[in-house]
């Protein structure tokens, strides 16, 4: 009697561990029809000077696509809402600085697509969200002007329309003000790039656990 419950146990775990394995499966290669994407795009800005204390940078549109593959192929400048301002914490001084950047920042960037399966999820606005990981700034002066430059680069998580996963990527920003016999110039560039890492999937033990309970249950009342 002990043998038979062993043994029926036994096969229902091995069961159990298929349905997981065949579930976790099925998740990644949802996640693997999102193709990884790269994105870069510039614009004008508003930039505060060298040394004012936290500067804060303001995009203010987008005015050109430099490049764009995988789910992102084919946008344009009308599909991309301008990015987000955001001050960093500190002052520059000399010709380098270490800035403090906004920890997290959502709703950095919104992008419309219209990949459909396999290369993307369909027409839909992806979210994209940073957190920030670096901050610096550059100052240098040459004859009749100077150039202020600020860089901060981090993590983005984009958010996927049409119920596909979240996935991972990261972000750079950078931003030049130059100043040339009395004249103002102020621009950024914005890199991103989506890798085919999910956000916050249910790891294979814990969905093993669930079931195991659940099997063995369901068992006992069978034998009862």
């Known amino acids: 009697m002990i043998t038979n419950i062993s043994r029926q146990l036994t096969t229902g775990a091995l069961a159990i561990a298929g349905t997981v394995a065949a579930l976790s499966f ?14 870069a795009l510039t614009g004008t800005a508003q930039i505060d000077s ?5 500067p804060m940078l303001k ?3 987008v005015t050109a696509i430099n490049g764009a593959t995988g789910q992102f192929t084919g946008v344009t400048t009308s599909n991309v809402t301008t990015p987000a301002s955001f001050a ?18 959502a709703n950095f960037i919104q992008i419309t697509v219209n990949q459909a399966y396999p290369i993307g999820p369909g027409p839909g606005i992806v979210i994209g969200n940073i957190t920030s990981t670096m901050a610096y700034g550059t100052f240098m002066t040459g004859i009749g002007g100077s150039t202020t430059t600020y860089m901060v680069t981090g993590d983005m998580t984009f958010d996927e329309p049409n119920g596909y996963p979240d996935l991972f990527g990261t972000f750079s920003i950078g931003f030049t003000r130059s100043v040339t016999g009395g004249q103002v110039s102020q621009s950024y560039n914005l890199s991103l790039q989506k890798s085919g890492l999910t956000v916050n999937v249910p790891e294979p033990s814990a969905i093993l656990g669930i079931f195991a309970v659940a099997g063995v249950g369901f068992f006992l009342r069978r034998k009862s």
């Open 50 to 54: 060298w040394g004012t204390p936290n």
């Open 88 to 105: 960093l914490i500190g002052t520059g001084s000399g010709m380098m600085s270490m800035f403090t950047a906004p920890s997290s920042l």
């Open 59 to 61: 995009p203010l549109n």
């Open 26 to 39: 099925a998740g990644a290669a949802q996640a693997a029809t999102i193709l990884s994407g790269t994105l």
